[in-house]
């Protein structure tokens, strides 16, 4: 177990893929934080399913954003696309790597839509072929780039793997609709409804609405919501910023409904959860940071 030290580290590095792998996977985060009180960290919704691979003990998840499924502990996972949190334990150390994958990135990478995963939290050896060979070289690399050229080479290899079954004779691609409207919401912030989805798409509210949720696991409005709770997290977090502008800002009808919002989404009031967590960074899961960049990283 990890004990508290004067000056605790909290290092990000983030990567930006290649263009070739940039629609699937959109960020690699390297994280290491260290000698910092023991505690609780939120996974919190987002718009992409997320790859953790430990480089220290396994994730210690106590509680899954289905409570129907039991607590675990996995050196490497992936997460589905959710708007409920995920508990995690840790003892005030935390290292390892974080892949941020887009809905296109879940059939890309594990052959699957996304709706499969939705809600779930998985090892990553059941969805990601050669995970356990990938872990291995990452733990034993000495360096932050060395780790970001093996996730690139193993992504790169599934995509083109994935890519010759999906063109196979049983072969099941999105609805280009629904990638439309999903494209539509992110651009948006979640801020166009689902009517105006429907109306662009040129198809009827039901049917869009079924078609979204059946690639994605959920609805468009639920994704709208994530979006904009998403987008408040990155003014939380800045000390500049009162919660009332955070509201305004993010889009809400007031701080009552981004707080009513946020008890849902992270299980605690904006206050008490960014209190609870490590490092702004943390809170934040890094959106638009300007961090370390990779290769200036030995």
């Given at each position: 177990m990890?004990?508290?030290?004067e000056n605790p580290v909290s290092h990000h590095v983030v990567h930006q893929p290649g263009a070739?792998?940039?629609?699937?996977?959109?960020?690699?985060?390297?994280?290491?934080?260290?000698?910092?009180?023991?505690?609780?960290?939120?996974?919190?919704?987002?718009?992409?399913?997320?790859?953790?691979?430990?480089?220290?003990?396994?994730?210690?998840?106590?509680a899954m954003p289905n409570p129907a499924h039991a607590p675990a502990a996995l050196a490497a996972l992936v997460g589905g696309l959710h708007a409920a949190p995920v508990k995690i334990r840790?003892?005030?150390?935390?290292?390892?790597?974080?892949?941020?994958?887009?809905?296109?990135?879940?059939?890309?990478?594990?052959?699957?839509?996304?709706?499969?995963?939705?809600?779930?939290?998985?090892?990553?050896?059941?969805?990601?072929?050669g995970s356990d060979a990938l872990c291995d070289e990452l733990r034993r690399a000495t360096s932050w780039a060395v780790r970001c050229t093996l996730i690139e080479?193993?992504?790169?290899a599934a995509i083109t793997a994935n890519h010759r079954r999906r063109h196979g004779p049983d072969a099941h691609d999105p609805r280009p609709e629904v990638a439309r409207a999903l494209?539509?919401?992110?651009?948006?912030?979640?801020?166009?409804?689902?009517?105006?989805?429907?109306?662009?798409?040129?198809?009827?509210?039901?049917?869009?609405?079924?078609?979204?949720?059946?690639?994605?696991?959920?609805?468009?409005?639920?994704?709208g919501r994530v979006l904009r709770f998403q987008r408040a997290?990155?003014?939380?977090?800045?000390?500049?910023?009162?919660?009332?502008?955070?509201?305004?800002?993010?889009?809400y009808a007031d701080q009552a409904h981004m707080t009513h919002e946020w008890r849902e989404f992270s299980g605690s009031a904006p206050g008490a959860w960014l209190a609870a967590e490590l490092t702004a960074e943390m809170a934040a899961d890094l959106p638009d940071v300007q961090d370390t960049p990779v290769d200036a990283v030995a």
């Open positions: 990890s004990s508290v030290v070739d792998i940039s629609p699937f996977v959109e960020r690699i985060v390297g994280y290491e934080l260290r000698g910092h009180p023991p505690g609780f960290h939120a996974g919190l919704p987002s718009r992409h399913l997320t790859v953790v691979i430990s480089l220290d003990e396994p994730v210690d998840m106590v840790h003892h005030g150390t935390q290292v390892g790597m974080q892949l941020h994958v887009t809905p296109a990135g879940a059939r890309a990478l594990f052959g699957m839509p996304a709706s499969a995963l939705a809600w779930c939290v998985v090892p990553l050896e059941d969805v990601f072929a080479q193993a992504v790169g494209d539509r919401l992110i651009a948006t912030n979640g801020e166009m409804t689902v009517a105006a989805l429907a109306e662009d798409v040129g198809w009827s509210r039901r049917h869009l609405s079924a078609c979204f949720t059946h690639e994605l696991g959920i609805t468009p409005k639920l994704f997290r990155r003014y939380v977090v800045d000390p500049g910023i009162s919660l009332g502008e955070a509201a305004a800002l993010a889009g």
